[in-house]
């Protein structure tokens, strides 16, 4: 929302930032849009060397900043009014994702999935009267999150719902998908993605399209799962497509083993923060500038409850209203008749704001609850960690992790070798390091076509 009046322009962003909001405050006057280029346009481009090499790292820039200096974001859940008069700026959060961890822990898990499954509910129903009959578009990975909203949608009696697929034909997961699909009762599709697809998208004008339309000025869309709505569209472009962003962050899937710490410094927080979100190349304490100013606010020890605490927000500020909620403009691309997240209305985030770290360690409820409700609806059995039980990650050799990497250029599902030749994947490679993926080019990528559009210079 935009609001004028003589004195002052006020912006306002809703708790997912569906709507991105950028502004410039220049002697000509007051900049706003809902694409950071383009603002930046008006007001003379300069660009912010530090935040576009964080963008190449994240792809993604933290905090308010964008790739352009003197433009920057509305925060999501945030108020922002700017004074007319002298150009000074006022910000304050209506609404934060803040976890409080407090009076759950004699509560039983039985009563919590209840409340739980009582609130999705309320979220489903109501989304029902917001589509008001439209048809419905579920992208179905099998995975737990778009599991339970074709449950949901199901339970409610939604009268129209179709779900699709995207991946290689023979895939445990496609067969998951379609099991699913068929015991809900809704028509499913495989939008089958084969090595020469992918090498035909990337070559094609609407992929240089995507590229320059996702990347708005402080986030990139991805093209990792481009591919499934370019294959369905002509069937399905009618409908509103409802993923299942992001019910596992909430429930604490990006959260470390920390609840049995009884204290955790600023330093360690800090260094799993950097660690996560500039994961895309090697070396990520080059651009961690912006995450070491935000970590100086923290106290030096913490509890666990409060290291989550800060972790979640700063995920909820960052990752995922920049790189998730970006992530599904692609269906508005391909002109989709809209798209809806249930999973971050406010209910359910504030319902995952009360559950304790051991709770959400291993995404503990997460699991008792499709154990208990959605999967016996939706009529697959599958075998979850057990409370309390957080798997360890595989260690592999260096041997074994340059094998795979080499065995990936081929064989990643997203055809590298239809992007790239091999000399150029062993370039990315040296830059990326050995698990280097799509994210990391299609980054670098978005960037060059701005700095090359504006003659901007590469960081």
């Known amino acids: 929302m935009v609001v004028e009046s003589p004195d002052s322009v006020t912006l306002i962003c809703d708790p997912i930032r569906s709507i991105p909001l950028f502004y410039s405050v220049t002697h000509k006057g007051i900049v706003v849009g809902c694409h950071g280029v383009a603002v930046a346009e008006e007001c003379g481009m300069e660009l912010d060397q530090e935040a576009a090499t964080e963008f190449l790292y994240a792809r993604y820039v933290t905090g308010i900043r964008t790739l352009f200096k003197n433009v920057y974001a509305v925060n999501p ?7 007319r008069e002298d150009g000074s700026v006022s910000r304050r959060f209506y609404y934060e994702l803040l976890y409080c961890m407090e009076g759950r822990e004699e509560v039983p898990v039985s009563r919590l999935i209840e409340e739980f499954d009582a609130c999705l509910e ?3 129903r109501d989304l029902a009267k917001r589509l008001n009959g439209r048809p419905v578009l579920i992208p179905l990975s099998a995975g737990c999150d778009s599991r339970t909203a074709a449950v949901m949608f199901k339970r409610i009696g939604y009268p129209d719902v179709a779900c699709f697929y995207f991946g290689r034909k023979i895939n445990r997961d496609a067969a998951t998908s379609r099991a699913i699909a068929e015991n809900l009762g809704y028509p499913w599709v495989l939008a089958e993605t084969t090595n020469e697809r992918w090498g035909k998208l990337y070559q094609s004008d609407v992929y240089s399209q995507y590229l320059e339309y996702s990347c708005n000025g402080n986030s990139m869309g991805t093209a990792r799962t481009f591919l499934g709505p370019l294959i369905v569209k002509d069937r399905f472009q009618d409908r509103v497509v409802v993923p299942g962003h992001t019910l596992d962050v909430e429930m604490g899937s990006h959260l470390p ?40 606010k923290l106290p030096e020890k913490m509890d666990a409850a409060a290291a989550i605490r800060e972790f979640q927000h700063f995920e909820w500020l960052n990752r995922q209203p920049k790189f998730i909620v970006n992530e599904v403009r692609k269906y508005e691309f391909f002109q989709f008749a809209g798209w809806e997240i249930p999973f971050w209305d406010t209910r359910v985030c504030d319902f995952a704001t009360k559950l304790t770290p051991f709770q959400l360690e291993g995404r503990n409820f997460q699991y008792r609850y499709m154990e ?30 340059l094998k795979a990497c080499l065995r990936r250029y081929r064989d990643s599902g997203l055809s590298l070798y239809g992007h790239m030749s091999f000399p150029e994947y062993l370039n990315w490679v040296r830059k990326c390091g050995t698990y280097f993926n799509i994210h990391a080019k299609t980054a670098e990528d978005g960037l060059n076509r701005i700095l090359a559009k504006y003659h901007l210079p590469m960081p």
């Open 122 to 124: 309320d979220v489903f």
């Open 257 to 296: 083993a920390w609840s049995r710490e009884k204290e955790i410094s600023r330093e360690m927080l800090t260094a799993y923060n950097i660690q996560w979100h500039y994961s895309l190349r090697l070396h990520p304490e080059k651009c961690a500038a912006s995450i070491r100013r935000w970590s100086e």
């Open 372 to 401: 208990k409700i959605v999967d016996p609806f939706a009529g697959i059995q599958q075998t979850y960690p057990a409370a309390g039980e957080v798997p360890e990650k595989t260690k592999t050799s260096r041997f074994q992790e």
């Open 77 to 83: 859940g945030e108020i922002l009014r700017i004074s």
